[in-house]
């Protein structure tokens, strides 16, 4: 070949490679030379592929014409309609597909040429501009799907493209739809969405398996927030719950993680509800990944669908932790939901109107119904977290769950009444040395075992929390106490008849040391029965009222108790003669008596026969500065602080007595839920008497008008059905209506609009008092000039409040 077609061969190959059209036409105006048809370049690439990249169509019909091959590949299997493809060149890939062009040619490395012919023009970096290659075997509609080419996937479909073509890691191009959109760019995201309709209509397979991420093509369009593509895999067999291998995460936990609500409500359309709470590997279910995301409405959606509050992580975090922790005002975010519980079949002014009270977000099903409650109370970090507590529906819930379990807490009740009884019946008889106490000290054992029974079990079910109570340690202190008091008394009478035959001989007076634990035992006896009838709702306020003034005056003495050993010590000193200051401990016992004004002052200061037992003066000084500063200001400080925290208490008092409450009721549940009492060994009747005392109706209903009411009302108090009845007439809704995202965001969008609502009537309210004030002090001012103004304005603004006031 000459020098000059050389030269011409060179400048097509450069003008084709920059796009220079004009350049490439004028070349090719001469004789056509089948030259300029042979590969160049270390990749060995030809003019057909750079005018197939560059999407030149006039230029592949005039090397078509003159006999070039449209499936010739360059060094690493890339063909025209690849490089079409990959660069999106619709009318290019139509064009190569109507010359026959190969759909499933797949790029890889056949050889390695070190030495190839035709270079000597210069042109061994012919082709440095085209797409990096990916030696993975994948093909041209690979590269379309993966730059979200929707125009040249639907040809290449249409060119019967295999659409489950795999690449050499078994990827299809389904999977590779996804990977250029951003969620963002609504035209990008239509054109996936496109992608996804073509290969599905093409019987794409839709559960194919990333082999590096282990996700399907439903993980990506979950994760992009595309209910569309969503919707489309699923009809066409996508696998909602497939747990991908790296972190176990299904669709929902993606959709649910990048907060896009509409794909998570076709998903959750697309599940039954008792797999709404899938976990992935650390136990996370779609409501904690929503939760730590902040995805206030992904969240209501998945509680609404049945979501468990309660569930739990491999680490102990519950989805309430995550709400508390991330969700901006978590109070007010649950109460809207419990609000949303209650409702009503009608109008409420209807007579016949029912009111629906729904405890499905509180009683999930398959977990035990006070998970959620509890894990409530331990989120909450303070008491205004645990107003949660006081809402209707809550309430209600405790009050329904105390009905049903409190015949197992007055049984608790009873047997510490016997033992107390017994123990002091015992103890009166023992005292008087009558033998007849065999019966008293059978009695006195069995309660002693079931208590001990009772602690055990609890420390069991729930070592963490009952260790740390101080009632489990004081019921099982006075258990083993009477327990050891009621064998060692029938182990000594039996002694006594051995020895000497005769049954009058056994009466002996009781040792020292059993007196000691009887009267221990007595005491704590009687106080963990008043901690028992202080957990009854009636009684709870007043319990907690002296726990709290216990541990203030505890807290008192203990801060001012080198005060108190400093008298103590002092008054040994000054009345050494006194049997009353004889060692230090009567001294201090004697201060603590004096403090509340048991002075004695004539047998402290007797002139007498103890005339001597005290220095003059300066016991008489010392004495007067105790009055002044331990019975005087020590006691009023004391009291006042008493008094004070029971005026507070007095506004949270319900909030503790029903956090009192919860936690027994919890614990009850916990104790009759045991698998002790699940097992065959169980008498059938006792065991259904326990399922039907240990769980209550997720759902009641009850007439909201005079006196009529169902009998699943269950008995609610009437403060409690007043409170409901005011939910319901706010929450008319139509319960069966279907849930669509617009209502979660109307619903955010009207509470966010009631705030600020709220804000700008007391702005507006602050504001007309400012007006108000600056016409009274110009009115003082100018009398005559602004009087007849200042009436006018102030009617007018009567009037706006007036007609403010009617619209609220």
């Not at 490439?24 to 750079?50: C, N, Q, S, Y």
Request: proline residues 3%.
């Amino acid at each position: 070949m000459s020098t000059a077609r050389v030269d011409d061969r060179a400048n097509l190959i450069a003008a084709i490679e920059n796009d220079d059209v004009d350049s490439a036409r004028r070349i090719l105006a001469g004789e056509f030379d089948a030259k300029f048809l042979e590969p160049v370049g270390a990749l060995r690439v030809t003019a057909v592929h750079l005018a197939a990249w560059h999407g030149r169509t006039e230029l592949l019909e005039i090397f078509h014409e003159n006999g070039a091959d449209v499936n010739a590949t360059d060094k690493i299997g890339r063909c025209a309609l690849f490089h079409a493809a990959h660069r999106g060149n619709v009318e290019a890939v139509d064009w190569l597909l109507k010359r026959g062009a190969y759909t499933e040619s797949k790029v890889g490395i056949d050889s390695c040429y070190k030495d190839f012919t035709g270079s000597s023009f210069g042109s061994s970096f012919v082709g440095r501009n085209l797409p990096i290659p990916e030696c993975w075997g994948r093909t041209p509609l690979h590269q379309a799907v993966k730059n979200n080419c929707s125009e040249v996937v639907v040809s290449l479909v249409n060119g019967q493209a295999d659409v489950n073509v795999r690449d050499e890691r078994g990827i299809t191009p389904l999977l590779l739809a996804g990977s250029a959109p951003i969620r963002e760019d609504a035209r990008e995201m239509s054109k996936f969405v496109a992608i996804v309709e073509t290969l599905a209509t093409a019987n794409a397979s839709t559960n194919v398996v990333h082999p590096d991420t282990g996700t399907t093509a439903l993980h990506h369009a979950a994760a992009l927030g595309s209910s569309s593509a969503t919707r489309i895999l699923l009809d066409g067999g996508a696998w909602p719950l497939y747990r991908c291998k790296s972190t176990g995460s299904t669709p929902v936990h993606v959709a649910a993680n990048v907060g896009s609500l509409d794909a998570l409500l076709v998903l959750l359309a697309a599940i039954p509800t008792e797999r709404v709470d899938v976990r992935d590997e650390i136990d996370r279910t779609p409501l904690h990944r929503a939760s730590y995301q902040g995805h206030r409405e992904c969240v209501r959606a998945l509680i609404d669908r049945g979501g468990n509050l309660a569930a739990e992580t491999k680490t102990g975090v519950t989805v309430v932790d995550a709400i508390f922790a991330r969700i901006r005002g978590p109070v007010s975010f649950l109460t809207n939901i419990l609000d949303s519980r209650v409702r009503t079949n009608g109008n409420v002014t209807d007579k016949n109107s029912c009111i629906t009270v729904d405890f499905d977000a509180l009683a999930p099903k398959g977990e035990l119904q006070m998970g959620v409650v509890a894990s409530l109370v331990a989120a909450a970090s303070s008491v205004e977290q645990l107003t949660i507590l006081r809402h209707p529906l809550v309430e209600t819930f405790l009050w329904l769950k105390w009905s049903r379990l409190r015949v197992f807490f007055l049984s608790l009740v009873l047997v510490h009444v016997l033992l107390v009884l017994s123990l002091s019946g015992y103890s009166i008889i023992l005292l008087r040395c009558e033998t007849d106490r065999v019966s008293l000290r059978r009695i006195l054992a069995s309660c002693s075992c079931v208590i001990l029974f009772h602690n055990m079990a609890q420390v069991l079910m729930v070592p963490r929390y009952y260790l740390r109570q101080f009632e489990t340690w004081l019921s099982f202190a006075c258990a083993t106490i009477s327990l050891v008091i009621s064998v060692n008394g029938g182990y000594a009478a039996e002694i006594a008849i051995q020895e000497r035959g005769r049954v009058l001989n056994a009466l002996r007076g009781p040792s020292e040391w059993e007196l000691h634990f009887i009267g221990v035992a007595i005491l704590l006896g009687w106080i963990q029965t008043m901690l028992l009838v202080g957990r009854l709702p009636t009684y709870g306020y007043y319990a907690l009222v002296f726990s709290t003034v216990l541990r203030n005056i505890l807290k008192v003495l203990l801060a001012f108790v080198c005060l108190i050993v400093g008298f103590a010590l002092s008054f040994a000193v000054l009345f050494h003669g006194n049997d009353q200051f004889r060692d230090s401990w009567r001294a201090v016992v004697k201060t603590v008596v004096m403090m509340m004004g048991e002075y004695e002052y004539g047998a402290l200061f007797s002139d007498g026969k103890n005339g001597s037992s005290f220095l003059p003066a300066t016991s008489r000084l010392v004495f007067l500065a105790f009055v002044m500063l331990a019975s005087i200001v020590l006691m009023n400080l004391m009291i006042g602080l008493a008094v004070n925290d029971i005026q507070g208490l007095e506004k949270e008092g319900h909030i503790r007595q029903l956090l009192k409450q919860a936690e027994f009721v919890g614990h009850l549940e916990r104790l009759t839920s045991h698998r002790i009492f699940r097992s065959n060994w169980l008498h059938p009747r006792l065991s259904s008497l326990l399922d039907s005392r240990r769980t209550i109706p997720t759902k009641i209903t009850f007439g909201c008008h005079e006196h009529y009411f169902h009998e699943s009302s269950h008995r609610i108090p009437a403060k409690l059905k007043e409170a409901l009845f005011l939910l319901a007439s706010r929450n008319t809704r139509n319960t069966e209506s279907p849930i669509t995202s617009a209502d979660y965001h109307n619903q955010n969008n009207n509470n966010n609009n009631n705030n600020n609502n709220n804000n700008n009537n007391n702005n507006a309210e602050l504001t007309s008092l400012l007006e108000e004030v600056l016409l009274q002090l110009r009115t003082s001012y100018y009398p005559c000039a602004t009087r007849r103004n200042f009436s006018k304005s102030y009617d007018a603004r009567n009037q706006a409040r007036r007609r403010k006031s009617t619209n609220l």
